[in-house]
Every structure is written in structure tokens, then in C-alpha cells.
């Protein structure tokens, strides 16, 4: 397993965190490969997917380093040793709780727990969250996202909720240390009537304005 140190730089480096929300462990396996087509490859499969950590289990074996692989909505402690079990490489929940965060910690894995405000971002940070997850980042946008860098420069901050084509600049132009992006990134529709295509020219899409920043 490569060092926390190792897996949040490369969650830097890729920029990019695609949220999947799937209908099975099927479905989740053929968007990533959709979205890995289009050079997407930070990866974070949701726990209120069906049997995720099946997913996860067969995308750790399937891509290995090839992507940076999590899970995300972890809402109870004992999904935190399970995700890792399962092959996760970073966790992250969409709120801050001590006995999640605790369990969370207690992994060894990166991990980013959800808050929004000012006390949230620190109650995050003192129970040891590596990147702080502002959700839902649309509520206020990537202003308030500056603004709240303003007196935290040294936290890492990620916006998740809110990240689209139109926006990503602003929100790496705000200070953000990676963002994530669901179904601004996964069209629903296309993956509703099995456009795979569709899904990894989004990607591209993506990808092509990440290179750009």
C-alpha cells in the first residue's frame, strides 16, 4: 500500500475526484472504465452504491496504481475498515462526526471528512482530516470557497457538489487542493441508456481543461 503521503499527492497531482453513485457494482465498474477511457482516474465510489465495496473490490484488482481508488458517503465507523479492506486508498464522508472520524483516522488512509462552515473546517481538522471536503460546494460557490481559505492557507480544501466545466477554473483559481464532480461529469442520462462514449468525451472534456490550469 503506498504511504498517505504518496496517495495525496497524487489525488493532487490528478486534480480530479469523479463521485460515482451507481445501481450496482456493474454499473459503478463500467463508468470508471468510461471515465478512465477519458483519462479520469481519481476515482471515489459511493457507499450508497450497492454492494460498493464489491465495486471496489474488482476496480483494486482490475486498474491496481493505475487509478487513485476510495470511497466516499461513509456515514458509520465500520464502513471505514471495510472501504480499506476492500482495497480503498483514501476515504471521505460527507459530514464530521468524532466516532466516524476516529474510525476514518484509524486506517491510515488519506481522509477528507464534509464541512462547510468555519467551526466544521476546524472540528475537521482537529479530528485529524487530511483534506477537508466543502459540501455541498454549490451552496455558495467558489467566493465563498476564497473567502474561507482566507483564514486557513495551509488547510487542504476540496469543493465537491457545484463543480462543473464552466466553474473548475474558478475553484482551482480559489485555492482548491483537488475538487469533486458527479453528475456534472457523469451525465445520468448518458449512463442511463449505456452511452459509454458520452461519458468518457465528458471526461475528456475534463481532463482538457484541467491540463489548462
Known amino acids: 500500500m503506498k504511504q498517505k503521503a504518496e496517495v495525496l499527492q497524487r489525488i493532487q497531482e490528478v486534480g480530479l475526484l469523479a463521485v460515482i453513485r451507481a445501481e450496482g457494482p456493474d454499473q459503478a465498474v463500467r463508468i470508471t472504465d468510461a471515465l478512465a477511457a477519458g483519462g479520469v482516474l481519481g476515482i471515489e465510489i459511493t457507499f450508497t452504491t450497492p454492494d460498493a465495496l464489491g465495486a471496489v473490490r474488482r476496480l483494486a484488482e482490475k486498474y491496481g496504481e493505475e487509478i487513485v481508488l476510495g470511497m466516499g458517503t461513509l456515514t458509520e465507523p465500520a464502513q471505514a475498515a471495510a472501504a480499506a479492506e476492500a482495497g480503498a486508498r483514501f476515504l471521505v464522508s460527507p459530514h464530521t462526526a468524532e466516532g466516524l472520524g476516529k474510525a476514518m483516522v484509524e486506517t491510515g488512509l488519506p481522509v477528507m471528512m464534509g464541512a462547510l462552515t468555519p467551526s466544521e473546517v476546524i472540528?475537521?481538522?482537529t479530528l485529524g482530516s487530511d483534506v477537508i471536503k466543502i459540501f455541498p460546494g454549490s451552496l455558495f460557490g467558489p467566493k465563498y470557497?476564497?473567502?474561507l481559505r482566507g483564514p486557513y492557507p495551509d488547510l487542504k480544501l476540496m469543493p465537491t457538489g457545484g463543480v462543473s466545466l464552466d466553474n473548475l477554473a474558478?475553484?482551482?483559481?480559489a485555492g482548491a487542493f483537488a475538487v469533486g464532480a458527479g453528475s456534472a461529469l457523469i451525465p445520468k442520462d448518458a449512463v442511463r441508456d449505456g452511452r459509454w462514449g458520452a461519458v468518457t468525451a465528458r471526461a475528456e472534456a475534463f481532463v482538457e481543461k484541467l491540463n489548462l490550469l
Open 170 to 173: 474558478d475553484w482551482f483559481a
Open 145 to 147: 470557497f476564497k473567502s
Open 123 to 125: 472540528r475537521a481538522r
